[in-house]
C-alpha cells in the first residue's frame, strides 16, 4: 500500500505542473487492473493526454469531452472477467513406407546356358502416432501456465587418465522434460485472442536426446473450436541399391499444434 500511494502522490504531483486546460481524475477499478486496460486507452486519449495507474487506480489526464468519452468505453473494459478452460492438443506422427521394384536379369555363356533370376516387388507401411491434451481454467486477461515433467535416467562416461592407463566410470545422471504451455487470453464476442507458448519435449534415443516442439505465437477463433496454432513437417527418403532389387524407403513426421477454448458459465 504504501507503494501505492508513493505512485499516486507522485503522478498527481507532476500533473498538476501540467497546462491547467486538461481534467484529472483518478478512477477505481472494479474487475480489471490498470495494466490490463491502460495498453487499450492510450490510443483513445486526446492530444497530449496522459494515463498512468498501478494495480486497482486508473489517473486520467484529458480534455472534459475525451474523458467522458472514455468513462463510456472503461463501463464496457471494466466488467467481471469471464472464467475459460484452454485445451492445447500437441500431435505427433509418423509414417513409414516402403516398396522394392522387380527386376530380372540372366546369366549365362550362351543362349541355351542361360538362367533367369527376379525379384517380386513388395510394399509396406506402416504409422504411429502420439497425442499429448492438456487443459488449464484462467480468468480472461490473466497470464496463467501449465507445465507436467518428468526426469529420465541418461548415461555418461568419465575417462581418467592415469600412470597405469585410463579408468573408465560409468554414471546416470537425470533429464527434467517438460511439456506444457503459457498463455494470455481476451475475448471479444465468440472470438478468443491468445498469447501462447506451447513447448513439447520427448526422449530421443538412449543417449538423452530430446525431440523439442515448441511455439509462441498470436491466434485467434471462435470459442468451442479447435483451431491449429502452426506444425511442422519432415521427409526422409533412403535408397538401396543390389545386383536384383532397387529399394526406396520414406518417413514423414509430422507435428502439429491445436487450441480450443470454451467458456465456463
Same mark, same amino acid.
Given at each position: ?108 555363356? @550362351? ?12 510394399? @509396406? ?141
Amino acid at each position: 500500500m504504501h507503494l501505492l500511494r508513493a505512485f499516486l502522490v507522485f503522478s498527481l504531483c507532476a500533473i498538476a505542473g501540467l497546462a491547467g486546460a486538461a481534467e484529472l481524475e483518478v478512477i477505481t477499478l472494479k474487475y480489471r487492473s490498470a495494466e490490463q486496460v491502460i495498453p487499450v486507452i492510450r490510443p483513445l486519449l486526446a492530444p497530449g493526454g496522459t494515463v498512468s495507474g498501478m494495480q486497482d487506480q486508473l489517473i486520467l489526464r484529458t480534455t472534459k469531452a475525451n474523458l467522458k468519452d472514455l468513462r463510456k468505453v472503461l463501463v464496457s473494459l471494466d466488467t467481471m472477467p469471464r472464467r475459460l478452460m484452454i485445451y492445447v492438443r500437441q500431435d505427433a506422427e509418423t509414417a513409414n513406407a516402403q516398396r522394392d521394384s522387380e527386376l530380372s536379369a540372366s546369366v549365362g555363356s @550362351s543362349p541355351q546356358g542361360r538362367q533367369g533370376v527376379s525379384a517380386r516387388i513388395y510394399e @509396406s507401411r506402416g504409422a504411429s502416432g502420439d497425442r499429448v491434451i492438456q487443459q488449464l481454467q484462467v480468468l480472461e486477461g490473466n497470464p496463467a501456465y501449465i507445465h507436467v515433467g518428468k526426469s529420465i535416467p541418461v548415461r555418461a562416461q568419465t575417462v581418467t587418465p592415469t600412470l597405469n592407463g585410463p579408468i573408465v566410470t560409468d554414471s546416470v545422471e537425470f533429464r527434467d522434460l517438460t511439456t506444457g504451455f503459457e498463455v494470455v487470453p481476451r475475448v471479444s464476442g465468440e472470438r478468443v485472442f491468445l498469447d501462447i507458448s506451447p513447448r513439447r519435449e520427448t526422449p530421443v534415443g538412449s543417449r538423452g536426446g530430446a525431440d523439442i516442439q515448441r511455439a509462441t505465437t498470436s491466434a485467434s477463433g471462435r470459442l468451442g473450436e479447435w483451431f491449429e496454432l502452426g506444425g511442422s513437417a519432415r521427409d526422409d527418403t533412403r535408397s538401396d541399391s543390389g545386383l536384383l532389387i532397387g529399394a526406396a524407403g520414406l518417413r514423414k513426421e509430422t507435428q502439429s499444434i491445436w487450441v480450443k477454448v470454451e467458456e465456463l458459465k
